[in-house]
Structures are given as C-alpha cells and as structure tokens.
C-alpha cells in the first residue's frame, strides 16, 4: 500500500494536513509520503514524534488554488503537488492519494493523469453520511451537475461495491433520490433511472424523498452532482445552526447551565455522531487509481480520519472489485444481448 497526502492542499496546509499524517502514522502503524514544499513539510515535522522511516517526503514547488480553473492549473503545473504525487501514482496500482485541496483539481488531475476505469461513463464522489450508528454513502456528490439515468445506475454499481468492501454490508441496498415515493414521480432523468435501477441486479428499494435521508434504510443514495451536492452542504449547514442553537439555548440561564453540566458527555457523543470530520475524506469512484477527498477546512483529526479512508479503501480492494463487478455486467449485457454505448 502506498499512501501520498497532498500536504499543501486545504485552508489548514500544511500545518494541520502534517499532523493529522503524524497521528495517522502513530496512531495506525502505517508509513505514507507527504507531497509538497520539503521546507515548510520539515519545519512542522521538526515538532513532531513518529517512527523513524514511516514517512517519506516528495518534493513540490507549486500548489494549487481553490479559485484556478481546475483542468488549466493541472495542465500548466507540472511540479505542483497534486500533479506530482498523481504522476508518482501512475507506477503503483496499490497507491491513494488524500487531498483536501480543490475538488475540481482532484477530480480532473485524476482523469488526466490516471484515467476512468474502462466502462465507466463518469466517476463519482461519494461522501459517507454518518447518522448515528449507521452511514449512508451519497453520490454523487459533486463531481457531475449534469447526468443522465445510466451514469446513476452506475454510481449505485460503484456505491454498492465500495459498501460491500469498505464498508463491510453484505447486501447494499440501494434508493434514489427523488421528489416522492411512487415510480412515476420526478425529472425525466429520474424516472428513466428508476426504470434501470429496478431492472437491475442490485438490491434497489425504491426512491427516498429529501426528509427521510436521514432515516433511510438505504446504504446508497443516488442522486446527480448538482442536487447531491445541494443535499450535503444544507445537511452541513442545518446540523451546524441546530448544535449552534442548542449550546445557545443552554447557556442562557443559570438552570441550563447546570443541566447541560449535566449532560455534557451526553452531547458531544450526539455531536460526533453527525461530525464529518469522524469520516475525514470521500472517495472519488471510477477513477484508475484511488483518491480520498478531504474537507477544504480539514484540521489535523478530519485530516487523520481521511488517511484512515485511504487505508480502507487500499484494504478492501475497491478499484479491482470495480473493475471485476464491471466486466460481470458486460457479460450480462453480452450474453442478453444488450449493447454498451462507451
């Protein structure tokens, strides 16, 4: 397994990026290479303990912004460390890059540089919804505003292989996300999805309306980019005012004070229940090699967390499984007589 942590990328490089690589070392045994401005890498290891030889560093002159065009400052920076840890990607199937730079950076340096998986139409970030003891896998959730039916079937192929795997759930099941429970509800794009989820051999439940997302017995959650994306930054935002409102409301008076005294320990495991930081990275799926988005604002535990991901993803094998569940369906099709439009 070889694991390369973009160390420039994100509002917290490369201070927190650094550090959440040290604890995942200590704390996990593992060894991986930090990619980006030796200098700067250096001078924030210098105050840290960890194991001689477990980790590495690859030099990187350059970095790229959250506001550059993403596809141009690929092309153009070379010697960035996105760009270099993604060449250095190309020679080791086993390799997985973490991030928490610019996602659009991620998404177009991994199809540049490493290719889709051969018959996925368009890859897809799928971000893990925790929701007490259970996680929800979204996607996509924000690589592609604009999809049709058949790229959503393949998202709930890709989410269905990574529970299986990572995840660890033997039978997946699958919804998509729609306006209403019924077959015939919603766009054109999801009724057509409807129709190809059910004729499928995944274990498709049915369609999920926004209010039950986070009730759902789904394991996956298809949606396209745009409308995914939408569903996590307000998931983001409604669980942050309503914590927020909470500590407000108990500080108020001297009886909460006391009461949230009380059940101090109480809130913070509700707290972390919904924390994203607890999941630190998201996969991009269909991608010829693996990449774990992190959190642009990720401190040094969500960074640690992310590492973990890549573990995970390393160990349960996902980009063969991919490959494999993909060449099981093209059989199918072949053998029923179905074409594949690549």
Excluded at 16 to 38: H, Q
Excluded at 79 to 87: G, P, Q, R
Excluded at 187 to 192: C, H, R
Excluded at 297 to 302: F, T
Aim: charged letters at 25%; glycine letters at 10%; aromatic letters at 4%.
């Amino acid at each position: 397994m070889h694991i390369y942590v973009d160390a420039m990328g994100g509002d917290n490089a490369p201070e927190a990026i650094v550090k959440g690589s040290v604890d995942a070392v200590n704390e996990w045994g593992l060894s991986l290479t930090l990619v980006g401005k030796g200098s700067a890498i250096q001078n924030v290891l210098t105050s840290l303990s960890y194991p001689e030889d477990a980790i590495q560093i690859l030099e990187a002159d350059e970095v790229i912004g959250f506001d550059e065009e993403p596809v141009r400052a690929v092309r153009r920076k070379d010697n960035s460390s996105l760009v270099i840890a993604l060449e250095a990607m190309k020679a080791q199937d086993d390799a997985v890059l973490v991030s928490a730079g610019s996602t659009g950076a991620l998404l177009a340096g991994g199809l540049l540089k490493l290719g889709r998986i051969k018959g996925i139409k368009r890859p897809a970030l799928a971000t893990p919804i925790p929701r007490g003891d259970h996680v929800t896998l979204l996607l996509d959730s924000g690589a592609n505003a604009d999809c049709k039916a058949e790229y959503l079937l393949q998202f709930a192929l890709l989410g269905t292989v990574y529970c299986k795997n990572v995840m660890h759930i033997e039978n997946p099941k699958v919804g998509l996300i729609n306006i209403g429970t019924e077959a015939e509800k919603g766009s054109t794009m999801a009724k057509e999805a409807y129709a190809l989820l059910s004729q499928s051999n995944l274990n498709f439940i049915g369609n999920v309306e926004a209010r039950d997302i986070l009730t759902t017995e789904s394991d996956v959650l298809v949606t396209d980019g745009f409308t995914g994306n939408i569903i996590l930054k307000f998931l983001e935002g409604v669980s942050s005012y309503l914590l927020r409102g909470l500590k407000d409301a108990i500080t108020q008076s001297t009886k909460g004070k006391i009461g949230g005294a009380l059940i101090r320990g109480n809130l913070r495991s509700f707290k972390k229940q919904f924390s994203a930081d607890e999941v630190g990275g998201a996969p991009f799926l269909g991608i010829r090699g693996g990449l774990i988005k992190a959190h642009g604002s990720s401190d040094a535990y969500a960074m640690k967390n992310a590492i973990r991901q890549a573990t995970l993803y390393a160990d349960g094998q996902v980009l063969e499984k991919i490959t494999a569940a993909l060449s099981e369906e093209n059989h199918v099709k072949k053998n029923t007589g179905e074409n594949e439009n690549e």
